[in-house]
């Protein structure tokens, strides 16, 4: 693939000539896809096949914008779809917000996002009109080219096309989202100077497609459980778009956190360059974690008391069930004996969510050191250990 072909035109050609919609493409899509482009063509040092991966990658980005509009249009009443009180479980990445939201989502009155929806949210076929969904299969093909280019990612991270996942890949199709998977200093610092309410509007409008779609199966009128660590950064733009949010913070040491952090991201840039500049990759892992931990705070203080939960790392590996009754609670969820009883049963199946192989991690690899984490992060260690009685350096 040539740099002539690494283009919004290219990008734009190719989702149209997939979906066959020819629906003009605003400013608050195309700006973003230039910036993220040519992030990729300068900076990221990708090889022929992590070209190919990021061209296909932003085409089906498009492909999605495309067909959610061309639902909204045919479907009027997709629009009407509430979300109503969701909850966000979100905190630094490698803080326990997986396995904290696995937990929740094993009481099925809630509902959530499952790996082939965040993949392709909007349906390629016309299922409303009976037709065969292809996006599972679509998903597990995708799934199985990630294992084949980036097995480390799984090492970290396990997925599967119907366990739930995560909703950055929802957001990832604003091209708004901060990048993880590869170098990239300019987009992300353009990122910065943009408003991430646009990025949440996107995200509340993805979901009530999939609402309208979940309930022609399941009318039952069930909340979303949704999670992300990327929302940590973007609490207050969050809460501006999602009015009735719920959000469950989980909180570890950020040494650690930024650490595995780290071994994750370097599985990711692998499956783009074969050039992973460690020192790079953790002074940025490093930088946006920090930068998230301050912007919590900021929103700390921007909303009343009581506005999040806060829950622990080690309790949420620890000992989950003890911190179920006050989270269920605050989320205005009433506890009954059959989800208690099938929460507890998650708890207790201790391997169903570890990772897939050993996770070891070690800063000094990516030029990092506890106390340089720890001494940047002060102020958040301060917070919570007087606000939750919880050292996290220990």
């Not at 190919?52 to 909204?72: G, I, K, P, Y």
């Not at 091209?175 to 300019?186: D, M």
Request: hydrophobic share 40%; aromatic share 8%.
């Amino acid at each position: 693939m040539s740099d002539i072909a690494f283009t919004v035109d290219a990008v734009l050609a190719a989702a149209r000539e997939k979906t066959g919609l020819t629906d003009v493409l605003g400013d608050d899509l195309v700006v973003p896809l230039e910036r993220w482009l040519q992030a990729q063509r300068e900076e990221a040092a990708l090889t022929q096949r992590g070209r190919q991966v990021a061209f296909r990658q932003a085409a089906d980005h498009v492909t999605t914008r495309l067909v959610l509009e061309n639902h909204f249009a045919r479907y009027p009443d997709i629009a009407e779809q509430q979300i109503e009180a969701p909850v966000f479980v979100t905190g630094l990445y490698r803080s326990g917000t997986t396995k904290l939201h696995h937990l929740l989502c094993a009481d099925d009155r809630w509902t959530y996002l499952r790996t082939w929806e965040v993949m392709y949210p909007a349906p390629l076929d016309d299922i409303a009109a009976g037709a065969p969904d292809s996006r599972p299969s679509l998903a597990q093909h995708r799934l199985d080219r990630l294992m084949k280019s980036s097995p480390g990612v799984f090492d970290a991270h396990s997925m599967s096309i119907e366990a739930p996942e995560e909703d950055f890949l929802l957001m990832a199709q604003s091209f708004l989202v901060p990048n993880i998977g590869q170098h990239t200093p300019s987009y992300t610092r353009w990122l910065e100077e943009q408003d991430a309410r646009a990025m949440y509007r996107l995200l509340y409008r993805q979901l009530q497609l999939l609402q309208w779609q979940q309930r022609q199966v399941d009318p039952r009128h069930r909340r979303l459980c949704l999670k992300a660590p990327v929302h940590l950064e973007f609490l207050e733009e969050l809460v501006s778009v999602f009015t009735e949010a719920r959000i469950v913070l989980t909180h570890r040491d950020p040494a650690k956190s930024v650490s595995s952090n780290c071994l994750m991201m370097e599985a990711y840039h692998q499956k783009y360059t074969d050039e992973v500049d460690l020192l790079a990759l953790g002074q940025e892992v490093f930088r946006k974690s920090i930068r998230a931990l301050d912007n919590s705070l900021r929103a700390r203080a921007a909303f009343p008391a009581g506005r999040f939960y806060d829950v622990v790392f080690d309790d949420i590996v620890k000992r989950p069930m003890t911190v179920i009754p006050q989270l269920y609670e605050y989320t205005g969820m009433p506890l009954t004996p059959g989800s208690l009883a099938a929460l507890a049963r998650a708890a207790d199946d201790g391997d169903r969510h570890k990772s897939t192989g050993a996770h070891t991690y070690d800063a000094s690899r990516y030029g990092l050191g506890q106390r340089e984490i720890h001494a940047a992060a002060g102020r958040y260690l301060a917070w919570a250990e007087a606000s939750l009685g919880a050292d996290l350096r220990r």
